[in-house]
């Protein structure tokens, strides 16, 4: 069974940058569509980034031109890159592959 461990998580100044990794356990990493998904506190989780087999990335709005989405695929691992920061990107932050297998979760908090 193919497990997603996040890591890269913390907290960070508004306008600093964090990166986070995903890495899966199993190879079929490379087939998949890769998604980040975050959930603020008490709020619904929403889709952050996303990115092809093939490396097309696509951004909801909040992020476009700070996030950037990245994948190696013979590494396992995918990337998101946070840069520019903001209070309100604060949230737990999970990987998800090919829609149907999750990450643990990686805490993000933005001071102002």
């Known amino acids: 069974q193919v497990q997603l461990v996040e890591s890269g998580g913390g907290l960070v100044q508004a306008g600093g940058s964090l990166r986070l990794a995903c890495t899966a356990s199993?190879?079929?990493?490379?087939?998949?569509?890769m998604n980040w998904f975050r959930q603020p506190p008490g709020k619904q989780r929403e889709l952050v980034a996303d990115?092809?087999?093939?490396?097309?990335?696509d951004y909801a709005d909040s992020v476009k031109g700070r996030f950037t989405i990245s994948r190696d695929n013979a590494k396992m691992t995918g990337y998101l890159q946070m840069n520019n920061l903001k209070p309100e990107d604060s949230a737990v932050y999970y990987c998800?592959?090919?829609?149907?297998?999750w990450g643990q979760g990686t805490q993000v908090t933005v001071s102002s």
């Open positions: 998800n592959l090919g829609g149907c297998i």
């Open positions: 199993g190879s079929i990493f490379s087939i998949y569509p």
């Open positions: 990115i092809t087999t093939a490396g097309r990335p």
